[in-house]
């Protein structure tokens, strides 16, 4: 190998076969042919030649690597001496298979690459979304000016949240306590999860805070979350056994 | 019956469509029969071909599309940079394989390529090249890709059966084989 193909990095390479690939070409070799192990040597070479190795990279490379110097060991020792497991016998004969395949699909790759690049005719997007925003329903004035609005009092509400945010820090210990005294008081000790919250009116944080305290009754075990199917009602109960 | 209108009205549905329409699709917005769709699709081929117009219209992904005359690419070209998407050889590689094993999926691309394929794979998913075809009921239930419509459009293909057979990719190989052989007789 000359001293510029050393400097190839395994990027180059779309693979090990590929590297394989271009050192059975490079030699114009015939894969049909070719006594794989005679390519071990060049190919460990190359890799050696490279002064990074990443090794998430070469992990591939290494172990068609280790399945060539296989190869080669082989051929050097007499057939002889060593019995080889039928298996591994053909690791050469299981490489050049799909090095063949594989050099048939880089070729069907580069007649695509020859389609999409040799494309000389340009069409244009579809209109589609433009139509989507079409379909809208003419409105009032009166309409845009509610959404204004209700635009405004959003914000304000948002403005509002943050004050009771400050004003009201929220214990969950506290919670905890009120949750276990409401399902005492409750026909059956049992209450549905949605009253429980309070139907989402007390704001988000409140929310939360309460999910939080019911998750952390059932962690102590002094509460159990039934709910029957899927979708169906949640209910909080007592723990049995439980005073 | 086919007269200037109803080529008129094609021309324009196919301008806004901008992606391929097949016959049938069009039949079913314009409600005429098929027949005379595809007879309105060729006379508003010809007309722009004939009249040597800059917009030519062309069976691609098994529709019909409106596009530039291929002779003024390089004029289009000095408007700006062409927006073709990126397609890295890794991406070009799976996407043979993808082509002509459909559906097939990541681990049996990784098993031909011998390299890991799964940024090759899911770029060309996001690039709408490539769609998943279900699952292959193994282990694991793994993703099964096949190439898209868009697959055809981007490489001005008519529809996936006009792709060269496989074995023409071979062919070569066999040759060389064969010259291998008788020259071991000899």
Redo the contacts between chains.
Sequence with gaps: MDKEEYQLELGVFEGPLDLLLHLIDKNELNIYDVPIHLLAEQYVAYLESLEDLDLEVASEFLIVASQLMYAKSKALLPKTLMEFDESEEDIEERLRLQLLEYRAFKKASTYLEKLYKGKKYYSRDPMERQFQSLELEPQSPLALLEAWKEFQRDEISLFEAEEIIALEPFNIEERMSEISTEIKNYPGKRIRLDLLLGGGTKGKISWLVAILAVLELVRLKKIVIEQSNAFAQIYIARQEGKQ | MINQTTIAALEALL?????PLSPSRISEILDWPLDEIVVTIKHLKNNLEENNRGI?L?EVAEGW??????EY?EI?ERLGE?V?PK?T??M??S???I??RQPVTRQEIEQ?????SDRAVKALYELELVEERGRKEVVGRPILYGTTSKFL?????KEIELL?R?EE??EE?QE??EG?ITENNT
């Excluded at chain 2, 301008?15 to 992606?19: K, N, T």
């Excluded at chain 2, 031909?112 to 890991?116: K, S």
């Design positions: 301008f806004v469509s901008g992606a030519r062309i599309q409106l596009v530039t005359a291929e690419s289009i062409t073709q397609v050889p890794g070009m590689e996407l043979a394989i082509s002509y031909i390529r011998g390299v890991n459009q981007l490489f001005g293909l060269p496989w990719f071979q190989e060389k084989n291998t």
